[in-house]
């Protein structure tokens, strides 16, 4: 369909997800194998859904804002 994105597009990799949000590729890592950020391994790489990592942004501003008041 027209304006539809392919999900396999949406798919991110540890250097884009550092870039994304402007964090050491070290740090994602580290996150990911620690499950601090949400992603799954294919094979020995990282790969990252945009929707999910997006979700994932939003509740955790919430959560540090939340805590703050």
Avoid: C, H
Wanted: glycine share 6%; net charge positive.
């Amino acid at each position: 369909m027209i304006g539809e994105v392919d999900p396999v597009e949406r798919m991110m990799t540890v250097k884009e997800v550092a870039a994304y949000l402007k964090l050491n590729p070290i740090t994602v890592y580290r996150y990911a194998a620690q499950g601090k950020i949400p992603g799954f391994k294919v094979g020995s790489s990282w790969r990252f859904k945009k929707e999910i990592l997006d979700e994932w942004v939003v509740n955790e501003a919430r959560r540090y804002s939340s805590a703050s008041v």
